[in-house]
């Protein structure tokens, strides 16, 4: 069982940056893949960025590539998100999420997630 709790989001002006926190609970955080999806308003949630468990491999959607850097610490059991040059099209509330080991699914697949934070709200300002 993982526990995730996401902070760090807020109210940002266009071209900002803003980092996000997950921190987990469990002896097991370092096996998991870990995820960042966010849910656009009006919109379907969607696949952000994703780090294996050893944190060698990362994974971005088009859209945030360049801007966004995944990264993790499995001594402190957390996981972040540095976004920065930030567009109101990055609204959405963001959830992290653990991925075990060998799912089968692709990294920006939801399906391969098993374990979701509540989301922390990010809004950019035009």
């Known amino acids: 069982q993982v526990q995730l709790v996401e902070s760090g989001g807020g109210l940002v002006q266009a071209g900002g940056s803003l980092r996000l926190s997950c921190a987990a609970s469990?002896?097991?955080?370092?096996?998991?893949?870990m995820g960042w999806f966010r849910h656009p308003p009006e919109k379907e949630r969607e696949f952000v960025a994703a780090i294996s468990s050893s944190g060698g491999r990362t994974y971005y959607a088009d859209s945030v590539k360049g801007r966004f850097t995944i990264s993790r610490d499995n001594a402190k059991k957390s996981v972040y998100l540095q976004m920065n040059s930030l567009e109101p099209a990055d609204t959405a509330v963001y959830f992290c999420?653990?991925?075990?080991?060998?799912?089968?699914?692709?990294?920006?697949?939801?399906?391969?997630?098993?374990?979701w934070g509540q989301g922390t709200q990010v809004t950019v300002s035009s």
């Open positions: 999420a653990a991925g075990a080991p060998l799912s089968g699914y692709a990294a920006d697949r939801k399906e391969g997630y098993d374990y």
């Open positions: 469990g002896r097991t955080f370092s096996t998991y893949r």
